[in-house]
Nanobody, 117 residues
Framework: VQLQASGGGLVQAGGSLRLSCAAS????????MGWFRQAPGKERGFVAG????????LYEDSVKGRFTISRDNAKNTVYLQMSSLKSEDTAVYYC???????????WGQGTQVTVSS
């Protein structure tokens, strides 16, 4: 299984970015996919997740109302639309896949998001 994340970059505070993550090599079903991020000197933390079959979503409190996670089942792709970006959103963003609801066990390579103030 490979997860290929893209869409990161440099943006000014208040701006928007859209991250994409395409999954390939899947020989099993997907329970959920999610986005995590890791800022310098900090641990990786959960940002948002989406149930692959129902589309139900979950967000970390600091991104609620600003970020939107969505998926395209046919393309095995998950998106993260980020708006009203703040400097504290600066991090490497990782996508992840959970096969069966037990844990996120497949990870993409990460994409850098830098928000300048």
């Amino acid at each position: 299984v490979q997860l290929q994340a893209s869409g990161g970059g440099l943006v000014q505070a208040g701006g928007s970015l859209r991250l994409s993550c395409a999954a390939s090599g899947l020989t099993f079903g997907t329970y959920r996919m999610g986005w995590f991020r890791q800022a310098p000197g900090k641990e990786r933390g959960f940002v948002a997740g989406i149930n692959w079959s129902t589309g139900s979503t979950l967000y970390e409190d600091s991104v609620k109302g600003r970020f939107t996670i969505s998926r395209d089942n046919a393309k095995n792709t998950v998106y993260l639309q980020m708006s009203s970006l703040k400097s504290e959103d600066t991090a490497v963003y990782y996508c992840s896949l959970d096969r069966d609801g037990s844990r996120y066990d497949y990870w993409g390579q990460g994409t850098q998001v830098t928000v300048s103030s």
